[in-house]
């Protein structure tokens, strides 16, 4: 099969295609047939190995798992011995977060993991990228921000893959939502169901005093304590995006003062959670209340340019690989 091997940390010069033996479904396992998979911005970020702190878990000096890529689409090819929840041809998306291996035309999954059967009103290409913002942002939205119908939730980094999946999140559980975007993506924002939206070229949000329940900053641009005067008495600020500063207001907050920083990697979360987070949101997508939004599709041997193009910061809704 062709696949895209990761030869070491750094530029997208990284990525090289090679043919390699497809993997072989193990009796707890699926072997899935990829027509599509994501290219996030947290590829981007491991691609280049930073922060340090990260090669722990993918490799000190090269990467562990030399195909990477987590999020897919595609078709079951293969079934396990043991596998009885799948058959093959059935359609189906996930995250293959433990051992990647996306990036290439098939890929083995475990039963018991992030898949589930793709829902009839989302196409491959969709549904790629689907985990990576629904997920994420579900648990923001749902296990950080507690979000409640009626409350005023603020999403910076509006268009990208996190921030269009938390607008129809929030609008799916009721709350008032305030998109900040710039101004090429305005339109999007409104049509995904916004109530205001901010351009931040024009307007700095964190000047509206007392104004959100919950800061959902998607793209970690501004700090918590450049938001806590836009935050409600016992408003939220959430990043996925960890540092220093946030790292401090977290631990700090969550002893001291009413309004808090949190932050939680949804990627690390026990398999159980995950597993629930994503029946709710199955649950939202059958009911027509989330689409995925796609920006861009690369074919799988332009992967550098894909990260390229992620890496720009601009990207509106999703990016995908084609790869069938």
Not at 10 to 35: C, M, Q, T, W, Y
Not at 142 to 152: D, M, Y
Request: glycine residues 12%; charged residues 20%; proline residues 4%.
């Amino acid at each position: 099969m062709k696949a895209i091997i990761t030869t070491g940390y750094g530029s997208p010069e990284v990525f090289k295609l090679d043919n390699v033996a497809p993997p072989i479904a193990r009796p707890n396992e699926i072997l899935v047939s990829i027509h599509a998979s994501s290219v996030a911005r947290a590829d981007v970020m491991m691609r280049t190995g930073r922060p340090y702190i990260g090669r722990l878990m993918l490799g000190l000096l090269k990467p562990k798992n030399p195909i990477w890529g987590t999020g897919f689409a595609g078709i079951v090819a293969s079934v396990g011995s043991e596998v009885s929840q799948f058959k093959v041809g059935d359609r189906v998306f996930g995250e293959n977060i433990d051992t990647m291996g996306t990036y290439a035309e098939y890929v083995t999954v475990p039963e018991a993991g992030i898949v589930a059967q793709l829902p009839d009103n989302l196409s491959f290409e969709e549904a790629a990228g689907m985990c990576d913002g629904g997920i994420t942002s579900l648990n923001f939205l749902l296990n950080l921000g507690t979000i409640k119908a009626g409350q005023k939730v603020l999403i910076n980094g509006a268009s990208g893959s996190l921030g269009t999946a938390a607008i129809q999140l929030a609008k799916h559980f009721g709350a008032e939502v305030t998109g900040v975007c710039s101004n090429r993506n305005i339109h999007l924002v409104k049509e995904l169901g916004a109530d205001q939206v901010i351009d931040y070229t024009r307007e700095d949000f964190t000047g509206n005093s007392n104004a959100y329940d919950l800061i959902y900053d998607t793209v970690g641009a501004r700090s918590f304590s450049e938001c806590r005067h836009a935050l409600t008495e016992n408003g939220v600020y959430a990043s996925p995006v960890l540092g220093m500063p946030l790292l401090g207001d977290t631990m700090r907050t969550s002893l001291f003062g009413k309004k808090k920083a949190k932050f939680s990697a949804t990627g690390a979360l026990p398999l159980k959670e995950t597993k629930r987070l994503l029946e709710v949101l199955l649950g939202i997508i059958e009911a027509g209340n989330l689409k995925g939004i796609l920006d861009r599709s690369y074919p799988l041997e332009q992967l550098a340019e894909a990260h390229k193009y992620v890496e720009q910061g601009h990207k509106r809704g999703n990016v995908v690989l084609a790869v069938a």
